[in-house]
């Protein structure tokens, strides 16, 4: 073993992270007909209005559990299956409850089936996740989320978007870190347009704090990369730089410029259940609106790369099953334990209301082979 002050032990704890935005569907997923989804082991489910805004809702009447995905929705109330309890699609307040007769003085508008902020853009549909209530508590009236969700960044006016979705049998401690991991490439991502693990060489990159994350400073893309090289049509190569970003509690943001050209992503790992997550990619781009059948051909590379990514979630989940003792090293694992100290100063400074302490304290310089 090499000096044990570079090695650190430790094992993903699977917390789920509450009070932020998370994604929860594909904007094209949800019609006006009742879709269910689930985020942090919540059931939800998600319509649109008469108007096509939509809502979600917990998934489950407040009177007896029956699901509401199993109830009827005429466009502005959602309607129980079981006993015809009707609720307030973006409110969630009750609106009626046939079995009352006219002398029974129940304040129908005191229940709630519980609703969440929802908002749409960049071809997903947003859900804000609140702290749980207490046990037993029931709903209320929602209250606003502090700040807007996401999104990815656009430097035009004319660009071009698209997503990509595939589900991991895995935590999102293990997705993320996947995620933002830097050495995988040349292993997981080989194919002759992109690079080989023949490629590997030295790597220096700078690292800064930001709110909740850290940024990989703007750099001079990889040179070992064939879609990188293309770059250097738009622009002078020591002119074209590259950022990634990673923020709590699961968004990892991309922006490459050249010139006047730039492409964005925005990948999100969105837990499901406690051993279940989803990786979602959305890109938007103004470069290659030259080349035949350039959005496909970008879109071919991210679903490969997301595909490969996946295959190999599903391949680690079965060592993961015996629970093995895990390690993080530096350099190259340092952003991954920079994510357990910040998921870890969040829930902390929740717990005792303080203030959030940032584990890093100011710029880094990290180096590993990739």
Not at 42 to 63: I, M, N
Not at 131 to 153: C, D, I, L, N, Q
Not at 228 to 251: C, G, Q
Request: a positive charge; hydrophobic letters at 35%.
């Amino acid at each position: 073993m090499s000096d044990p002050e570079t090695v650190q032990r430790q094992t993903p704890d699977a917390l789920m992270l509450y009070g932020f935005w998370y994604r929860a569907l594909p904007s094209d997923r949800v019609r006006r007909q009742l879709a269910k989804a689930m985020l942090l082991d919540t059931p939800l489910v998600l319509g649109r209005d008469g108007e096509g805004r939509p809502f979600a809702l917990h998934d489950a009447c407040p009177h007896r559990g029956m699901p509401l995905s199993c109830g009827h929705f005429d466009g502005g109330q959602v309607e129980c299956s079981y006993h015809g309890w009707r609720f307030d699609a973006h409110t969630g307040q009750c609106q009626l409850v046939p079995s009352l007769t006219p002398d029974q003085k129940l304040k129908v508008d005191r229940i709630y089936a519980g609703s969440y902020a929802c908002q749409e853009h960049d071809d997903f549909i947003w859900v804000y996740i609140p702290e749980p209530a207490s046990a037993g508590a029931g709903f209320t009236k929602a209250a606003e989320p502090p700040v807007a969700p996401p999104r990815v960044p656009t430097f035009s006016g004319k660009y071009k978007i698209a997503y990509l979705t595939a589900d991991l049998p895995c935590t999102v401690d293990h997705g993320i870190i996947g995620l933002m991991d830097p050495a995988h490439g040349p292993f997981v991502h080989q194919a002759w347009w992109w690079r080989s693990r023949h490629s590997i060489h030295e790597k220096q990159k700078n690292f800064e704090p930001m709110r909740y994350g850290f940024r990989m400073s703007a750099h001079t893309p990889s040179s070992n990369s064939a879609p990188y090289k293309l770059l250097r049509l738009y622009a002078a190569a020591d002119s074209i730089t590259t950022s990634i970003d990673f923020v709590l509690p699961n968004l990892r943001l991309e922006t490459i410029r050249a010139g006047k050209y730039w492409f964005s992503s925005l990948t999100t790992v969105t837990p499901i259940t406690r051993d279940q997550c989803r990786i979602d990619v959305v890109a938007a781009w103004n470069i290659f609106r030259w080349l035949p059948l350039g959005p496909e051909l970008l879109k071919f590379v991210f679903a490969k790369f997301v595909e490969q990514d996946r295959r190999t979630m599903e391949k680690q989940s079965q060592g993961l099953r015996h629970n093995p003792h895990l390690m993080l090293i530096d350099d190259a694992d340092r952003p991954a334990k920079w994510y357990f100290q910040l998921k870890q100063a969040y829930l902390e400074s929740r717990r005792n209301g303080g203030e959030f302490r940032h584990p890093i304290r100011g710029p880094v310089t990290l180096k590993w082979r990739s």
